[in-house]
T-cell receptor
Framework: GAGVSQSPSNKVTEKGKDVELRCDPI?????LYWYRQRLGQGLEFLIY????????KSGLPSDRFSAERTGESVSTLTIQRTQQEDSAVYLC????????????FGPGTRLTVL | GENVEQHPSTLSVQEGDSAVIKCTYS??????FPWYKQELGKGPQLIIDIRSNVGEKKDQRIAVTLNKTAKHFSLHITETQPEDSAVYFC???????????FGTGTRLLVSP
């Protein structure tokens, strides 16, 4: 079946602009995660959605970052007033019910802030 | 909070040799430990995982061992092949929250 998809695959923007990244999880997966991966670094947790529960936003680095999820489907990660340090690959993952289930990752969106 | 340390950061082996990557974690309540392989330009992919009720799990050339007392777990790859070359990440569940904490990654290079 279809895996996790993300769009766009690449995004180049100018400092100060807003960007919106999209994630389509695997159908039926109630849990959805966003991670940030800087060049040559590990995965940094950003936010977690589980069904209709309040999201865990503990990893968002600043109030410029926000994310939404419509029910158990598409999620968007928005970065306002982008800064050069926001340049990274943003990865989305989904799992059947939570962290103890296998997380399936999308290919990521490479964001470059000039 | 949970902290996961991973070593080594890079590992070079000859084809056919074994490779071992080690991780330690800090939260004694962690009970789920997956390993992911990330190839260039792709998202991480689960290769094997282990839960705290077992000490070892094997899948063909890949095995994972867990020592809960010492709070460390390891990935073992035997008979390495060039296609094993990638970045490998370990992770540990955070008991209080439904999320994983990842190690910093190991870049494995298998030379023919």
């Amino acid at each position: 079946g279809a895996g996790v998809s993300q769009s766009p695959s690449n995004k180049v923007t100018e400092k100060g602009k807003d960007v919106e990244l999209r994630c389509d999880p695997i159908s039926g997966h109630t849990a959805l995660y966003w991670y940030r991966q800087r060049l040559g670094q590990g995965l940094e947790f950003l936010i977690y959605f589980q069904g209709n529960s309040a999201p865990d936003k503990s990893g968002l680095p600043s109030d410029r970052f926000s994310a939404e999820r419509t029910g158990e489907s598409v999620s968007t990660l928005t970065i306002q007033r982008t800064q050069q340090e926001d340049s990274a690959v943003y990865l989305c993952a989904s799992s059947l019910e939570g962290a103890h289930d296998t997380q399936y990752f999308g290919p990521g969106t490479r964001l470059t802030v000039l | 909070g949970e902290n996961v340390e991973q070593h080594p950061s890079t590992l070079s082996v000859q084809e056919g040799d074994s490779a071992v990557i080690k991780c330690t974690y800090s939260d004694s309540a962690s009970n789920y430990f997956p390993w992911y392989k990330q190839e260039l330009g792709k998202g991480p992919q689960l290769i094997i995982d282990i839960r705290s009720n077992v000490g070892e799990k094997k899948d063909q050339r890949i095995a994972v061992t867990l020592n809960k007392t010492a709070k460390h777990f390891s990935l073992h790859i035997t008979e390495t092949q060039p296609e094993d070359s990638a970045v490998y990440f370990c992770a540990a569940s955070v008991a209080s929250f439904q999320k994983l904490v990842f190690g910093t990654g190991t870049r494995l290079l298998v030379s023919p």
